[in-house]
Structure formats: structure tokens, C-alpha cells
């Protein structure tokens, strides 16, 4: 979180650690069932998410963070804090928009967005980075610790 916070970024080299431990985790405490758990984790992980990344919805780390966690906890788990995580994620955004006062703004910059990609039928980038500042981005890193916290310590 402390990285995407201060950085806009998940370093790699904390996300291979986070993977390597997650399958020396798995293989040793499961042995096969937990390849198997491994891999279903990073894999719907990275296809739920990836997507979102190539239209820079959300950063490649914030998909990596998430894979991380599949690692760990499995795609059943994972599943569940990704959809906790994209409503806590929502709720951030309200707030920031109201906050800001660019709600309406923002979604004119969707609808429009919206309206290009289905008229162009091509999909295209949903924001440039030129345009990255506090006032457009979610650290995506924080729903998705809130919600691991909350899913993990069954909150909910």
C-alpha cells in the first residue's frame, strides 16, 4: 500500500518475493493441491484483472498485488476480496469526486469514453498518464488491503 501510495507503483521485486513465498507456501504446507491452488489464485487474479490494466483502469501492479494475494489464498478467496475491494474502491471514488466537486466531470469523462469505444469499436486507453494526479486516481493497493483485512479476520 506505502508504495502505490508514494509511488503510483508496486515494485517488482516486492511482488516476485510475495510470489515466491506464496508458492513455497503452497507447495510444502499442500504439495500438489496447492500448485493447483497457487495456480488458479495468480490465474483468475491476473484475467479478472488484466483488462482493467490494459485500458489503465488500474495500474499492472495493483494485477500483480492481486496475484499475490491468489497465491496465497486461492481463487475462491481472492474472488471475494477483489469484488469487496472494487465496491470499497467505488465508495473511495464517490468520495474523492465530491470532494474535489468533479463528480460530474468524471462522469462525463466515462460517458465519453464509453461513447469513443463503441464507436470507434476499438479499445482504447481510459485515462492518459499525462492526467494521473490525487484528484483522478484510486491507489487500488488500499481497497484491496481493506478488503483482505475485512475477508481474512471475517468482517465479512
Known sequence: MWYDWKC??????LILVGLGVSFLYQYFYYKGE???TWLLGIGISFFILFPFSLVRMIGAGDVKLAMVIGGFWGHTITIKILCIAFIIGAVISLGKMLWHRNLFYRLQYLANYTFMVIARRKIMKYIDTK??????????????????FAVVTKLV
Do not use: S
Not at 135 to 140: A, G, L, M, Q
Open 8 to 13: 503510483y507503483r508496486i515494485p517488482n521485486q
Open 131 to 148: 492526467e494521473i494526479d490525487e484528484k483522478t486516481v484510486i491507489h487500488f493497493a488500499i481497497p484491496m488491503a481493506i478488503a483482505f
Open 34 to 36: 496447492g500448485l493447483e
